[in-house]
């Protein structure tokens, strides 16, 4: 199979305090990772395309300064949410996709629940 | 612009019945397409995935159509348990990205 980790699962922080997001490959290198957020009873919105080695690519809309992305090694992206306010309160889900050619699909982490009071 | 919707966001059928989850999509560019399912307070589970060069590919319960004609695509789930309930995505990733875009889901409800 192929594993994805987040961690934390659930993150409760105050306004104005930055928080890190780790998303992790177990079992399989990956090249490249996405963030993606969604908000409740609503679909998956991509926000940033990570590879390994590079910055990361943001999605129209997505605040690069706000959300900061970092993809050390192949096995880890982090996701990092600059000053958080309420209204970055969401579920955020990591995917990675195996390195190496014809393996196309994305294998999705379980999501970290970020609560901003 | 580009989406990918679903027809129904509920589904509910009968335990030990077929499910029939419906996906269209508007980008002629798509190559791939996968389905996934997500429960409650989790990730996306990986069902099935199926390439714009086939019209059917079946797994374990599971049957994915695309009819690339009118840009549809379906997930069949035979025999549907009670453990199938929770939302179903379908994605498309256009030729020219890496990226997928997700449709809106649906609910699947499956009463005993």
């Known amino acids: 199979g192929a594993v994805v980790s987040q961690h934390p699962s659930r993150v409760i922080c105050k306004s104005g305090t930055s928080v890190k997001i780790e998303c992790r490959s177990l079992?399989?290198?990956?090249?490249?990772m996405f963030w993606y957020r969604q908000f409740p009873k609503k679909s998956l919105m991509l926000m940033a395309t990570?590879?390994?080695?590079?910055?990361?690519?943001?999605e129209q809309g997505v605040e690069k300064d706000k959300f900061l992305i970092n993809h050390a090694s192949l096995t880890l992206s982090t996701l990092t949410v600059t000053s958080a306010h309420p209204e970055d309160s969401s579920f955020y889900i990591c995917?990675?996709?195996?390195?190496?050619?014809?393996?196309?699909?994305?294998?999705f982490g379980p999501g970290t629940r970020l609560l901003v009071l | 612009g580009e989406s990918v919707g679903l027809h129904l966001p509920t589904l509910s059928v009968q335990e030990g019945d077929n499910s029939i989850i419906n996906c269209a999509y508007s980008?002629?560019?798509?190559?791939?397409f996968i389905w996934y399912k997500q429960e409650s307070g989790k990730g996306p589970q990986f069902i099935i995935d199926?390439?714009?060069?086939?019209d059917k590919r079946q797994g374990q319960r599971v049957t994915v159509l695309l009819n690339k004609t009118v840009k549809h695509l379906s997930l069949q789930i035979a025999a549907t348990q009670p453990g199938d309930s929770a939302v179903y995505f379908c994605?498309?990733?256009?030729?020219?990205?890496?990226?997928?875009?997700f449709g809106q889901g649906t609910t699947l409800q499956v009463k005993p």
């Open positions: 980008n002629s560019a798509s190559d791939y």
């Open positions: 995917s990675a996709r195996r390195s190496g050619t014809g393996q196309e699909t994305q294998y």
């Open positions: 994605a498309e990733r256009p030729s020219n990205t890496g990226k997928l875009i």
């Open positions: 199926i390439r714009s060069n086939m």
């Open positions: 990570s590879n390994e080695g590079s910055k990361a690519t943001y």
């Open positions: 079992d399989f290198q990956a090249t490249t």
